[in-house]
């Protein structure tokens, strides 16, 4: 039975390579940069929902640069591991883009 053709060539075709072309272009910029444009161009719009809690980008950009800069000014570094516990998933996020 898996030596019978169901598909014609050009449906085989169509299925293998137009149905699965995936190929999309990446930026060559960091998530954090990426996060940082999106602040900018809409800094009020709600980043981050959870149990009724909304965070805007400028709110979540702006408390993970407070915290990449007390860190970086704790000696933290791109290669430092750091850790803590995390009371609320807005505070996560904050310190999820610090990193």
Not at 21 to 36: G, K, N, T, Y
Not at 55 to 62: D, F, I, T
Request: charge should be negative.
């Amino acid at each position: 039975m898996g030596q019978v053709d169901i598909l014609s060539a050009e449906e085989r075709r169509r299925l293998l390579v137009e149905s699965n072309d995936s190929a999309c272009e990446v930026p060559e910029r960091s998530l954090a940069e990426l996060f940082e444009e999106q602040a900018a161009r809409t800094p009020d719009a709600v980043a981050v929902v959870f149990e009724g809690s909304e965070v805007s980008y400028a709110e979540l950009n702006g408390r993970a640069n407070r915290l990449a800069h007390y860190l970086m000014g704790q000696g933290s570094g791109p290669s430092s591991w750091w850790g803590w516990p995390c009371p609320g998933p807005s505070r996560w996020w904050s310190r999820s883009w610090a990193s």
